[in-house]
């Protein structure tokens, strides 16, 4: 494939959000906005890097102001979207007040999920995300929303694919600059996300449109490819397969980047990211964490990054 934008593909590391927010072990601000920086000297340019979230709920998201400041200052932010996930109008307003210029915000396609994360219905988180949306207009705030459950709801069971849709298409025809569709408990097959994306392809906007997948029943890079072939190209994933939802029963790590972009170039899309800078980026996750998995294709990427250097010291 040549290097035209239609082979253009486009990574968006949660990992220093999603992947980090149901670890045992707290890292500190510094450790967070340190994993941030070895995943943009990658060439990540795009990265949710925290949460303006209850500290008491979600603990390991403390001081996502700090980690926002560390980032911005002196840092060259062009071409760079640095996302922090807001649960509600509250948390968009602190996220503005410290220098956020890029919110996700979660719609849900259930009400069992939404009761659990947020403790509201899924037509109120809807009303708060609309509200959101009309701050975010008139500040110049980029804005992702992205529908949990998209697939399956460990509360409520298989989500409807016409209702997905229809969230899909009234957010984007509100403003939203991207809609993310998410399985958030990994419980999707290929067959069930060609079809969805396929129709979602079909009937909205490919490039405002991006997939987030678990690897909860290994599966992930597998639903990766599937939406791929549907049109979509842009997809979180997360540094190591760091993940899990602390309010989603049965949610295990996301898909883990390096797995994703190995994938993504070898298929001959452009990613723009370092693979040898982004598995030492991958060993920071694991050595900050302890528990991190690392991608599946680690092993393999190492050794053929290893030969290389030796071939290159001959």
């Given at each position: ?127 708060a995300a609309m509200e959101i949306l009309d701050k975010a207009r008139s500040q110049g705030v980029r804005v992702n929303c992205t529908i949990a459950v998209a697939f399956e709801c460990p ?160």
């Amino acid at each position: 494939m040549g290097d035209d934008i239609s082979n253009r593909s486009i990574v968006n590391d949660v990992g220093p959000r999603d992947g980090l927010q149901n670890q045992e072990k707290i890292l500190t601000p510094s450790d967070r906005a340190a994993l941030v920086r070895a995943l943009l000297d990658a060439g990540m340019r795009h990265v949710e890097v925290g949460a303006f979230v209850s500290e008491k709920a979600v603990p390991a998201m403390a001081g996502t102001g700090e980690v926002l400041a560390a980032l911005n200052d002196g840092q060259d932010a062009r071409g760079r979207i640095l996302t922090v996930l807001v649960p509600n109008v509250r948390g968009y307003e602190l996220a503005v007040a410290a220098g956020a210029k890029s919110v996700c915000m979660v719609l849900y396609g259930s009400d069992g999920m939404a009761e659990a994360n947020v403790k509201m219905s899924r037509q109120q988180a809807e009303a708060a995300a609309m509200e959101i949306l009309d701050k975010a207009r008139s500040q110049g705030v980029r804005v992702n929303c992205t529908i949990a459950v998209a697939f399956e709801c460990p509360f409520d069971g298989r989500v409807d694919p016409g209702l997905v849709i229809d969230i899909a298409a009234r957010f984007l025809d509100l403003g939203a600059d991207e809609l993310c569709v998410a399985d958030t408990i990994g419980a999707a097959d290929p067959l069930r996300v060609r079809r969805l994306t396929a129709r979602l392809v079909d009937g909205l906007d490919s490039g405002r449109l991006s997939c987030h997948f678990h690897d909860t029943r290994a599966m992930g890079l597998a639903n990766v490819f599937a939406a791929l072939e549907s049109g979509v190209r842009k997809f979180d994933a997360s540094i190591a397969g760091l993940g899990g939802c602390p309010f989603a029963p049965g949610a295990s790590g996301n898909v883990a980047t390096e797995d994703v972009v190995m994938m993504l170039e070898q298929a001959g899309f452009v990613t723009g990211i370092d693979l040898d800078l982004l598995l030492r980026a991958s060993e920071l996750a694991q050595n900050l964490t302890g528990t991190a998995p690392g991608g599946r294709a680690s092993a393999c990427l190492l050794y053929t990054s290893d030969a290389a250097d030796e071939l290159r010291s001959v």
